[in-house]
């Protein structure tokens, strides 16, 4: 089993930034995709960002430009550099690594970290 530990949420004004943070333990073997998703309440989870360990990246539109997805795979650790941060970003935000196995791919989340926005 692998754990991911996020850290770096908070309350933050609008215009603001804030910087998350996730690190995976436990056993490692082979992380490909780390990323975040975020969840409101009474809605889906969705993708923010993700990136591969070769450095590929993948981000929601209406984050294009304010978010910046990075990774430390040394650390294996991913982290959500979020500028000019939007009241309408306030939600718990998730990371999720994929890590692969012989045929498949094992997923794995963390607990969840909140960000709020304030107008």
């Known amino acids: 089993q692998m754990q991911l530990v996020e850290s770096g949420g908070g309350l933050v004004q609008a215009g603001g930034s804030l910087r998350l943070s996730c690190a995976a333990s436990g056993n490692i073997f082979s992380i490909n995709a780390m990323g975040w998703y975020r969840q409101a309440p009474g809605k889906q989870r969705e993708l923010v960002a993700t990136i591969t360990d070769g450095g590929s990246t993948n981000y929601a539109d209406s984050v294009k430009g304010r978010f910046t997805v990075s990774r430390e795979n040394a650390k294996n650790t991913v982290y959500l550099q979020m500028n000019s941060l939007k009241p309408e970003d306030t939600n718990v935000y998730y990371c999720?690594?994929?890590?692969?196995?012989?045929?498949?791919?094992?997923?794995?989340w963390g607990q969840g970290t909140q960000v709020t926005v304030s107008s």
């Open positions: 999720k690594a994929d890590q692969r196995r012989r045929g498949y791919t094992e997923v794995y």
